[in-house]
């Protein structure tokens, strides 16, 4: 059972973490406490996400398993893993938007899915530079219904992006998981607004490392409900 939106939020996190392992070819386990993919290590996610502020043992024996440059998210921010091996690389503010209206949806047209193959070539360049990368985000992932590559198109080129993701439930409603943003940061409003508009009814969730554009989420509904950290194993 979620009992918050904190919990909520490390959830989200740990199903859209599970389905990018898992389409690698990971396995994966969800635990009393964290979730783990034990085998393969991906650049950008973690191999551990945990789900509850206090860890017991069973999640203590995984962290030697894991290949090395694998992450642990801690998502409560209340685990220290140097005497494991690992070194804090930062902090963040989750952050979680309640519906802010009971308005109908309505789909700007400029807002577009990424459905095909090709239309996700041309979101990966937008969200990154670095072609290295872009096999993370394999076109199997399009494929899974609780997963959403959003685009928003202006003059035939992708201005900004991200992905949503569904689940869990909170007060018996799926919330929705937002991650991989990307546009120029002055226009960091504009994107954001423009990428949720389709969702004014769902509860959002996403988390933020740069404090400097919270203010920009809280313009538009967002609330910090939590700390969480991310370590590098060594």
Known sequence: ??????????????????????????????????W??????????????TLSPKQGADFYAALPDLPKGAGVKDSFDSL??????????????????????AKRA???????????????????????????LHAVFPSRLLERKTIDFAAIIKDGKVKAGAVFN??????GK???GLSNVFCRK????????DLLEPFPNRSICTYENDASVLPVYRQLGFEPCGQLSVWLKQ
Not at 95 to 100: A, G, K, M, V
């Open 1 to 34: 059972m979620i009992a918050g939106r904190q919990d909520a939020c490390a959830h989200n996190n740990a199903l859209w973490c599970d389905a990018v392992l898992k389409t690698a070819g990971a396995k994966t386990e969800f635990h009393a406490g964290f």
């Open 80 to 101: 220290d893993l140097a005497p494991y091996g690992f070194q804090r690389l930062f902090s963040g503010t989750w952050l979680f938007r309640p519906p802010p209206s």
């Open 166 to 171: 569904t689940g869990p439930k909170l007060d």
């Open 106 to 132: 309505s789909i700007s047209s400029d807002w577009h899915k990424v459905a095909t193959s090709e239309s996700l070539k041309k979101w990966l360049a937008g969200w990154n530079e670095n072609e290295s």
């Open 186 to 193: 002055t226009w960091l409003y504009s994107a954001l607004h």
């Open 36 to 49: 783990c993919a034990r085998d393969k290590a991906l650049p950008l996610y973690p191999n551990i996400v």
């Open 174 to 176: 799926d919330i929705l």
